[in-house]
């Protein structure tokens, strides 16, 4: 079962914001948060999906968030080694 656009932007709202407490830099603001958030889901639910877990659509929505906070997890550390910049994201 698949989750609306509404379930994507709470997703995405909330794995941002989590994730910006996870990682003790300095944000971009709701916005930029929330696109972290639907971007670490797509990382995050690809990583799960070839692990053998499920894509982020397929879980209930705590699962989502947790699955979508690994990816933008994974996406600010990235984001960080290449720029070099740890308050980036």
């Known amino acids: ?4 656009i509404i379930a994507w932007i709470i997703i995405g709202i909330v794995a941002g914001f989590i994730t910006g407490k996870i990682m003790k830099g ?4 709701a916005l930029m948060d929330m696109v972290i958030g639907l971007i ?4 995050g639910g690809f ?3 070839h ?4 894509g982020v659509g397929e879980h209930g929505l705590i699962m989502s968030i947790a699955i979508a906070i690994v990816g ?3 996406l600010t550390f990235v ?3 290449i720029t ?3 308050s980036a994201l």
Do not use: D, E, T, Y
């Open 84 to 86: 070099g910049n740890k």
């Open 1 to 4: 079962m698949g989750h609306g």
């Open 79 to 81: 984001v960080r080694l």
């Open 47 to 49: 990583l799960s999906s």
């Open 40 to 43: 670490g889901a797509f990382i």
């Open 26 to 29: 300095s944000g971009f603001g």
């Open 72 to 74: 933008a997890v994974i």
């Open 51 to 54: 692990m053998g877990l499920g």
